[in-house]
């Protein structure tokens, strides 16, 4: 789960990583009241769960409160599209208001999981500013990591190597000690995914993070009661969010127009795989789970429906837990409704297939049973 | 005997919520001898009318003797289960839990580390081994048939989709793994590799991989020199987009050698026989059979 | 380091771990507010730094205004002696009034570290109230033991095999391993040495802990600053005080009249060991430490001599990184002013150790040599 | 070569504040191949102008080859200092640290355990071995000579005071090794007395115990059914009262085990010779040896 720029940077005050002195401003008016009280140039930057923001006018450098209203103006309310968004792009509701900043030194900083070795990794680059893939493909050596134990905690051992790699200024290493140290603890209380600060500048012989990404992990926000309520629905996309609702692992693709609907990941990948060798395209990855129940295979057939790239619907399901008879009902369930859908391709096997099938040729919808997925493949061709 | 069980092997099961309970019935209908089971609060009573449940692993391993333990507890006390049975002398464990927190399962991976233990998964179906009928997991067993392929995935579905193939052409399997769809996970598809590499039951392997990670290029580093037995391989996720999350927490490309193609390649100049997609697994295995 | 009973229950309300509602009060008029606030029947206890209070009048419960001042004032500014305290007993500056608990059940709970395993251990008995070291002699079958993991948090399956042995109410349990989670985290998180609840009370189906101990290891002070703000001179012997303040490893001992100054712990026991061979008995252990300087060692020697118990002192300093010759000026300097004091008994030996006696034969200082600490055992017998 | 070293051991010392600094001095001066220091911000500088100072670990590992490390850092840093020698490759680490809390030494221990690395100390002299000339430490080396006696000890000066007397009596050490007063702490009395008892150098031990713990019992133990070259035992602080910490944080007596009475009782009926006080130990070995 990604939580907004100002939300990542209220957690980086509260563990005492130095950010710009700012503000939220939910309209231009109150941008113009927090650029009084910050008394100086401010830097008005769009709050969107995306990076590369500054390439599309979501990050201006406002010298008076004129610049301010027009800024803020022109972000708030509307989609900010960057190299980062899917579709149509994601609204802005609010910007961050900041005290300008000099910069004398850029650092890319990050903490994520290195799953190779099963730690976690600080990444830091004194290409600070640009964007780690960029740095990765054309300047490698420049990317220094330090890993940390998941048992121990960071050792300053590990942080004073890494330092002095960088040719920063000797006096500077509390300073930077504190901040990789902070952010690593912010990295693992807060069960992260990923943190970056892009750039880390120093300014005035003090390090401060200008900008502030934290990424959570799904799987641990159960445990993270207090960024649960930093969800952001505005930030996913409209079926993405309803998938979310149901616990359905759903994956919505722009470019294709099959949707599938399918039990298990990789047997979701392999249907998505097949949908293109037919020529085709997916429009979504789906996976309702090991286990799911009538109700959430309804929901999940919605979904696909109400997905208006979608042309084609492919079901694969594999029976286990799951009963492809219950899967049936679901799916009836959810086209009770309707007078137009498009066309479907069921694949029926395992637990209650037959049972499944005949369920399915007994309703009047309009369904094409295929045998395997190579068989579903080809009545995909056949249809479009 | 295939890989991972011995004639003195005994089943403990962990967790007998919903799925924990259905499941260790069909593992014991199956045949699998299951000598215990752990739910606290249940100790004393019986699962089935016969296999004892305790309150603790460690009462289970020394009333029964039990040395495979089979977890279903859900994900928030997943660590807590993997390290009670660690710290119980349990030396296999198959952890079915899916939506571990990362960082739990990178704790139990050093906690673990130097141990004698084996940890398969988590997030995964676990294993099952036809001509023993034996099975630790969720694999259905009305798919497989015992024969000459052992098959290893990071998938669980998927795997049954290659079984049902090679069951329907008549080709059954030594063992079933699915290694789970963890990015930090126990046992490896190079743990897999070596055990079927030494197993005599095992004449030819099916590795199906996926996106994500760098499971896949280990596999081919050991495959090219270390694999005997022809291995055929599969990815998916050909045509996933980058940084999505495909379902598996581990099934997200992050980078070029997170890419299916980039793992063909390397599985294939390893020496393995690609299967171009998971639906003509079973053709190959047929052809190579011949 | 100890803390006093309020404030270890201050640091458990922080923790969230239930105690008893109550106040401190400084004077009986303080105290009577406390009670009026509270509304009902009180605790008054005594605030020292020891256990055993309950058995010499520092816990007295007062059913009225009448009681609670009385109370009060028999215990303020006077110095109480339990089965635990050394020397004259400790001073009563605060008492701690609390609600009246009704028990239904006693337990005993404490962390400490075992140093066999090399983990945090939890104890728990359920003969609370009873001190552990009467239980473990009587009925040590009724001392529980769980063991925590350096590297990792405390884990629910041990708490819960714990729990399954003490035959409470089922439905208690998640109150119980809430409190022992937090008990434990309190003991890593600052650097505990021991904390003890004794006894732990289940009260209307809650769990309360009724005493509260915390003892801070001494070596980790050094970040926990918080607590070294708890520090409470008032409970120290004055010559331990002053020792503490040097950093010298010095312990009164009670009954013995020969001074002992020496480097090194086990020679300093080795030292004192040899005292009592002579058939006289040592006054006190102290440590100078490896490095000592000679204002370490004059405020050392100053210690000793300011100890009214002691008729002969032994120096027993063995060269090292510490010159002989720098100890013996700081003898020198430490009996500059001093007209009378007792025999002085010194083998010197190691690093400048001839110097050292050079030194000390020009000074005027009364001191008698030794060869080693056999003929300072001769020597001692016969001056006593 | 007596316990502890090689022919290929080459010392790297670790924190050269000032005891660092005079106690390295000490070390190279009696003969110690000292290849490398390690003090963060002096790397590229010279120590006695011949030796690298390194600012990590790692680079002066990968440099000169180092594989015993001599430990001087502070408390509050010694934790991160011992691991990252560890995590460096070095195989033997002494320890000189006084004062470094528990917590810190329980996560040190578990970080090494199964690992190939063994921790002398902390809070302890380190070791000295005569006939090689190779002192790892702070032990004196005036008041050592080369012979038979294996002398291991908890404390520091006190250790020194035995030594002077067998230097005096004209008995001397194969090697003289103090394991330190912390209650938590790496080579134990049982690591030591192994160790002696291998060595073809010593031919009788020392052993110089005090009260705490319960490390002598442990050493009695073993002499019981492992040490068959005769022990000369001595426990100070026989006069120390119940709860009071005597200097060294494990020198406490904390229940009936932890009493020097005790601990001389169980010594006795292992064997071991009982030296009644320190000041007796060179007496009673000149006793033995004659």
Do not use: W
Not at chain 1, 279 to 288: H, I, Q, R
Not at chain 1, 348 to 359: D, L, M
Not at chain 2, 5 to 21: A, C, F, N, W, Y
Not at chain 2, 142 to 149: K, L, R
Request: with cysteine; hydrophobic share 40%; charged share 25%.
């Amino acid at each position: 789960m990604q939580i907004h720029e100002f939300q990542a940077k209220n957690i980086f005050k509260e563990y005492g990583i130095p950010v710009p002195e700012g503000e939220i401003a939910n309209n231009p008016q109150e941008a113009i009241s927090v650029m009084e009280k910050l008394n100086s140039k401010v830097v008005v930057k769009a709050q969107v769960h995306s990076g590369g923001r500054g390439k599309v006018g979501g990050v201006k450098l406002a010298e008076n409160s004129d610049d301010v209203f027009r800024f803020s103006s022109e972000m708030i309310g509307r989609k900010l599209v960057t190299n980062q968004t899917a579709g149509n792009g994601l609204p802005v509701n609010k910007v961050l208001i900041e005290k300008v900043t000099e910069i004398e030194t850029e650092l890319y900083l990050a903490v994520t999981m290195d799953y190779e070795s099963g730690s976690p990794v600080v990444i830091i680059s004194t290409e600070g500013g640009m964007e780690i893939e960029t740095i990765a493909e054309k300047n490698p050596e420049k990317i220094l990591k330090i890993f940390g134990d998941p048992l121990l905690e960071l050792l300053p051992y590990k942080i004073r190597k890494l330092f002095e790699k960088l040719n920063i200024e000797p006096s500077l290493y509390k300073q930077f000690s504190s901040i990789i140290l902070k952010v690593y603890k912010i990295f693992v209380e807060k069960d992260c995914s990923l943190i970056e600060i892009n750039p880390l500048v120093i300014s005035n012989e003090k390090f401060i993070a200008l900008d502030a990404k934290i990424s959570i992990e799904e799987d641990a926000l159960f445990r993270q009661t207090k960024i649960q309520d930093l969800f952001d629905s505005t930030q996913i996309d409209p079926l993405e969010l309803e998938a979310l609702k149901y616990d359905l692992s759903y994956v919505k693709l722009y470019d294709g127009d099959v949707g599938c609907m399918v039990n298990g990941a990789g047997l979701a990948m392999a249907t998505m795989d097949i949908t293109v060798k037919a020529g085709t395209k997916p429009a979504n990855f789906l996976d309702v789970g090991g286990s799911a129940d009538q109700n959430k295979i309804k929901k999940a057939f919605e979904i696909i429906t109400e997905d208006s790239d979608v042309k084609v619907i492919l079901v694969n399901l594999f029976g286990g837990i799951l009963r492809c008879d219950i899967a049936a009902q679901g799916i009836i369930e959810a086209l009770k409704d309707k007078k137009e859908y498009p066309s479907i391709i069921g694949v029926f096997r395992g637990t209650n297939s037959e049972e499944a099938k005949r369920i399915l040729t007994d309703s009047k919808i309009k369904l094409i049973f295929a045998e395997d997925l190579i068989d579903a493949a080809k009545k995909i061709k056949e249809i479009e | 005997m295939t890989i991972l069980i011995h004639s003195e092997t005994k089943m403990v099961v962990q967790g007998l919520g919903r799925d924990g309970s259905f499941q260790a019935s069909k593992c014991k209908s199956y045949g699998t001898p299951i000598v215990s089971a752990v739910h606290p609060g249940r100790g004393g009573l019986y699962f089935e009318d016969s296999v004892p449940i305790f309150d603790s692993v460690e009462e289970s391993v020394d009333t029964t003797g039990a040395n495979l333990g089979l977890i279903f507890v859900p994900a928030p006390f997943a660590l807590d289960a993997i390290i009670e049975q660690v710290d119980s002398g349990i030396e296999n464990i198959v952890c079915i839990t899916e939506g571990i927190p990362v960082q739990d399962m990178t704790k139990v991976m050093s906690y673990i580390e130097g141990k004698k233990v084996r940890l398969i998964g988590p997030n995964c179906p676990g294993f099952i081994c036809p001509k023993e009928n034996f099975k630790a997991g969720i694999i259905p067993s009305e798919i497989v048939s015992s024969g000459p392929v052992g098959v290893v995935s990071r998938s669980g579905t998927l795997t049954y989709e290659a079984i049902v193939q090679l069951t329907n052409l008549g080709i059954g399997q030594s063992a079933c793994i699915g290694i789970g769809g963890d990015p930090i996970h126990g046992t490896s598809f190079v743990d897999t590799l070596r055990m079927f590499e030494e197993d005599n039951d095992t004449k030819i392997i099916v590795m199906i991989g996926e996106i994500g990670g760098l499971r896949e290029q280990h596999a081919a580093e050991y495959i090219k020199s270390n694999v005997s037995k022809p291995v055929v391989a599969c990815i998916v996720g050909q045509t996933a987009p980058s940084g999505r999350r495909m379902g598996h927490a581990g099934a997200i490309v992050t980078g070029k050698s997170a890419l299916a193609q980039e793992k063909i390649k390397v599985l294939k100049s390893s020496g393995a026989i690609i299967a171009e997609s998971p639906t003509e697994i079973g053709y190959v295995i047929k052809e190579i059979l011949k």
